[in-house]
């Protein structure tokens, strides 16, 4: 039982009962005098240069207010990556331009009176194309006389525009080649994770307006409120102050809201029409137009002596990042950063190539590149395992990372640059393989599908893996807090709770480190003019760097309250104590927060208030370990999970019952991602399966039992020994099915999503080649 009285609870969301029903809370939720809609014509090609744009049959169109093309707006480069500035990704992108790049990519914009109007003023606008080649294969995006997708001249931070080469990664520990002539078996093998679509209940939003001071208002969907302030007034050339972002609710992200999605051409066209203008993506759009997961090849060798140990591991990726490069190499870089020190190899060597393809923009997503990485090496280490005659959990045991070790790869590989070694101060990692392994039934239950006779066969696998909690040296965040007459408190944060329940676990924080019930912490996030900053919610950073803000900022409120109230009791500050909405002095006399503050408001005229920032130097990892159980239907290659067990290492569970709901979620969206979810192009280009009928997402029915075990840790950097949970958990899946359809068939798939045609196939090959 937790010694706290707040932290540790399963605590109700504080904005639970606003969410359930259905009160104003989310970017739609307001009702704007004038409002417009706007939407964007989209390139019915993948690459393509406009010869001639003619707008004018729809700027006379009655109620069309606004029109833009590449030729009304400013041309300044830019990313559309949601990164802390400088950012390290490319600035490639333009608010619209005269090529485009991918099917779905912005030809023109219009602002109109209702969506009717706005729908028929695309179709007036005549666009002559100039069609040019397309580049849609990745392993043929560098070859000789390939179509250059990024030929303009102004365009910056690319790594070889003329071969489409986005970015690269080079990096190694040691020497990869001397390992490998120390190894006794050396395996190496090919992997391939596809497009993968985020499917948030709430596509993408904003509205913008200019406010009674001409000031631009945007209301918006984001996980970084104060990264598309900074951006949307580069590219709008108006300075940050003119430029106010509120985020509202969000109903989810997962990533895909990291970016600069349609802020900047909303706001181009409220300006341009001088009245509000809202712009939602339908869900059809979402697919091609957002952003998706990075589709990879992986090539990964991997040597071993003859009792296990790990010498070298060398990985190299080839990954896709579409027309547009925001995150190409930060991504690919936490494939290896995130995924290789999970085991002490002395000899590490990472390789990565990232390409521009026509195809729709890859960006953030849960995980971060860690679901493709895990995926290929989790298989790995379990054939390695077996080819070696060893229990994959003792394989794994044998050679993980364990506190007290430093990962030096992280140093080398930062966001984008350079980064921080990362010692590991807490690992529950064998605590995870034991209660998980005791959870799916490990020791009884293993290579039963073979040794059973029948057309469906059972088996059992797992995977391990390792995130990241905040990026080390450059997330950082704000906190601030007043305290009102009835001893209530404002917490003011830019931190952005998307769903994830945020809010509450840095008001749980809050309200543990001031001694008060959770209901006396009115939190509210984000709004650039009035909370502190707050680079965003991404690199699970919420609870360690938000966290680690409104704890100090807590601290220094509560010190601040006890020096009111020691006036009242008669006592020394330091000596009093903040606990059940009191304050107490050592005899037990005590006085009520309340009190506290009339006396402060009052008498001595004083507004108890106080803020606070933090960062870290280092990005603790949580650890997790799963275990799926797998049915495999020899005659319809039919793949089910009846039963995934995670267990994970997040050190302090802040709130026990929201972890739970984190990790449950990534488990879904890595199913997902295991067994149903990719996006296809045809040979335009275009998304074939761009809604969710022929799209598959896994649903509440599809789900299997889950069994989530929380494994607590003390993680000394992160608020009450917390770490973080919200992308580990899907990281794992994929590998442990993979892993379990061997198990129980006795056949490597390779290649993410699992479908049926591919079991049947691997079936029916002959043994050698599975």
Same mark, same amino acid.
């Given at each position: ?11 109700? /969301? ?681 799209? /598959? ?74």
């Amino acid at each position: 039982m937790s010694a706290h009285r707040v932290v540790g609870r399963r605590a109700r /969301k504080v904005d639970g009962l606003k969410l359930v029903t259905g009160r104003t809370a989310f970017t739609d939720d307001i009702d704007l005098p004038g409002l417009l809609i706007g939407k964007i014509l989209p390139s019915p090609h993948a690459h393509a240069r406009i010869k001639r744009i003619d707008t004018r049959r729809a700027k006379a169109l009655p109620g069309v207010h606004a029109v833009l093309t590449y030729q009304d707006v400013p041309r300044v480069p830019h990313t559309t990556a949601g990164q802390a500035w400088p950012e390290p990704s490319p600035y490639d992108t333009y608010l619209l331009d005269s090529k485009v790049r991918h099917v779905g990519d912005r030809v023109a914009a219009v602002a109109a009176e209702t969506r009717a109007i706005a729908e028929e003023a695309l179709r007036r606008i005549e666009v002559d194309y100039e069609v040019l080649p397309a580049v849609l294969d990745m392993e043929h995006a560098m070859d000789k006389g390939a179509a250059v997708i990024h030929d303009e001249p102004d365009s910056t931070g690319i790594d070889d525009a003329a071969r489409n080469l986005a970015g690269e990664i080079h990096r190694e520990l040691g020497s990869a080649e001397q390992g490998f002539r120390q190894a006794d078996l050396i395996v190496e093998r090919e992997y391939r994770t596809p497009r993968q679509q985020h499917a948030a209940i709430e596509p993408h939003i904003v509205i913008c307006w200019l406010d009674a001071d001409d000031r631009l208002v945007i209301r918006t969907s984001t996980q970084i409120p104060f990264h598309v302030r900074r951006q949307v007034a580069m590219i709008l050339q108006i300075p940050v102050s003119r430029i106010r972002v509120i985020k509202p609710r969000i109903g989810g992200g997962f990533g895909g809201k990291q970016e600069m999605v349609i802020e900047d051409i909303c706001a181009a066209l409220a300006l341009a029409a001088r009245r509000p203008v809202k712009l939602e993506y339908t869900r059809h759009e979402e697919f091609f137009m957002a952003r998706t997961r990075h589709p990879q090849v992986l090539r990964l060798k991997m040597g071993v002596k003859k009792d296990g140990t790990i010498v070298a591991h060398h990985m190299k990726v080839l990954a896709a990042t579409g027309a547009y490069g925001g995150h190409c190499t930060t991504v690919q870089g936490n494939t290896g950063s995130k995924v290789l020190p999970l085991y002490r190899a002395p000899n590490l060597k990472f390789d990565c190539d990232v390409v521009y393809v026509n195809a729709p923009p890859a960006g953030a997503f849960r995980g971060y590149g860690c679901p493709q990485g895990f995926f290929a090496q989790e298989s790995l280490v379990d054939e390695i395992a077996h080819q070696l005659g060893m229990d994959p959990i003792a394989f794994r045991l044998k050679n993980a990372i364990r506190q007290g070790d430093t990962d030096e790869l992280s140093a080398q590989l930062g966001e984008g640059r350079k980064g921080l070694p990362r010692l590991i101060r807490s690992c529950g990692l064998p605590q995870c393989l034991e209660r998980g392994a005791e959870a799916i039934g490990w020791n009884t239950r293993r290579n039963g599908g073979r040794r059973r006779p029948g057309r469906v066969l059972h088996g059992v696998g797992l995977a391990c893996s390792m995130q990241g909690s905040g990026i080390a040296g450059v997330d950082f965040a704000g906190a601030f807090f007043k305290l009102n007459e009835d001893g209530s408190f404002n917490l003011q944060v830019g931190a952005t709770d998307l769903g994830t329940g945020s809010d509450t676990v840095l008001a749980q924080i809050a309200a543990e480190t001031l001694g008060v019930s959770l209901d006396k912490i009115l939190i509210y996030s984000s709004d650039t003019d009035f909370t502190p900053f707050d680079v965003g919610a991404y690199a699970s950073s919420t609870t360690i760097i938000s966290g680690g803000a409104v704890k100090k900022a807590a601290e220094k409120t509560r010190d601040a309250v006890c020096c009111f109230a020691a006036k009242l009791l008669d006592a020394n500050p330091e000596d009093l104590t903040c606990r059940d909405d009191r304050v107490f002095a050592p005899g037990g006399k005590s006085v009520t927060m309340g009190e506290v503050a009339m006396f402060a408001f009052y008498k001595e005229k004083t507004q108890v208030m106080e803020g606070s920032s933090h960062f870290n130097t280092d990005s603790p990892p949580p650890f997790c370990a799963q275990f799926a159980e797998v049915e495999v239907d020899t005659e319809t290659g039919q793949v089910k999970v009846p039963h995934l067990v995670t267990a994970v290492d997040l050190g302090v569970a802040i709130n026990p019952m929201q972890a739970e709901g984190q990790a449950e979620g990534a488990v879904a969206q890595g199913l997902g991602y295991t067994l149903a979810e990719e996006m296809v192009l045809d040979e335009a280009g275009r998304v074939v399966n761009a809604n969710f009928c022929d799209y /598959k997402i896994f649903t509440a029915e599809d789900m299997p039992k889950l069994t989530t075990i929380l494994v607590e840790t003390e993680e000394p950097l992160g608020p009450y020994g917390a770490k973080s949970i919200a992308e580990v958990p899907i990281n794992g899946v994929g590998p442990a099915v993979a892993n379990a359809i061997f198990d129980a068939a006795g056949i490597r798939l390779r290649r993410l999503p699992i479908r049926p045609d591919a079991v049947l196939a691997a079936l029916r090959a002959p043994e050698a080649a599975r």
